[in-house]
């Protein structure tokens, strides 16, 4: 069965650190690996990932692909109390199936 | 676990036509949200409630309506179907007693309007 599988589930660290979130995935033949931020009821987009081994960046944060190790790193360098949200992992795949992971919830501590 | 289903996987309905999404959660979630994503973009919020009878106007609410008429059902309407509705339309739904944000997806429907 296909499975997206985010970690850390939560993560409290202070404003300032660096934060890396992880999402692994079970997914055969997928389109699109994609980052979103959530804070209100909408998540936002960040990042759509295609391509193994090219880093997108914007600003603060980045993200890269590892599609032989099968996972996904989004990174964010010093962090701001405005980062905490959760952090949603979604997987599209090329039968138009998405499948999200259960999301990092990141707090950052001022 | 959780499980958010929706009716379909694809559709394709006609221009013009009345289309019905359902979405059914397992887990007495007050909260259920109606998205759709298109290529490259991110969900853009449709509809949400917070109850049943209660629903809110999310981004988009242009062109659909919803209903719930029971807490574990969350229904989307598109009156008359319009190819500019062709998307992928994601349902969610959150726990009670907390934010909005913890939110289970299901698989989304697919659908084309020709």
């Known amino acids: 069965e296909d499975k997206v599988v985010q970690s850390p589930l939560s993560l409290v660290v202070h404003e300032g650190d660096t934060v890396t979130l992880n999402c692994s995935y079970e997914v055969t033949n997928f389109r699109s690996l994609l980052w979103y931020k959530q804070e209100k009821k909408a998540p936002t987009f960040l990042f759509m990932l295609?391509?193994?081994?090219i880093e997108k960046k914007s600003g603060r944060l980045s993200s890269i692909l590892d599609k032989k190790e099968l996972f996904s790193i989004l990174n964010i360098t010093a962090t701001q109390t405005g980062d905490s949200a959760i952090y949603l992992c979604a997987l599209e795949g090329r039968d138009d199936k998405i499948i999200f992971g259960k999301g990092t919830r990141l707090h950052i501590l001022p | 676990d959780v499980k958010v289903t929706q009716s379909s996987r694809y559709l394709v309905k006609r221009t013009g036509e009345k289309v019905f999404l359902e979405c059914v959660q397992d887990?007495?979630?007050?909260?259920m949200f109606w998205y759709r994503q298109d290529p490259g973009l991110g969900l853009r919020l449709i509809y949400f409630s917070y109850d049943v009878k209660m629903k809110e106007k999310g981004d988009i609410p242009e062109g659909y309506s919803v209903s719930r008429e029971k807490k574990e059902r969350f229904s989307l309407i598109l009156e008359s179907a319009s190819t500019n509705q062709t998307s992928m339309y994601l349902c969610a739904s959150s726990r009670p007693g907390t934010s909005f944000y913890e939110q289970y997806f299901g698989p989304g429907t697919r659908l084309t309007v020709t």
């Open positions: 887990m007495d979630h007050e909260n």
């Open positions: 295609t391509s193994s081994g």
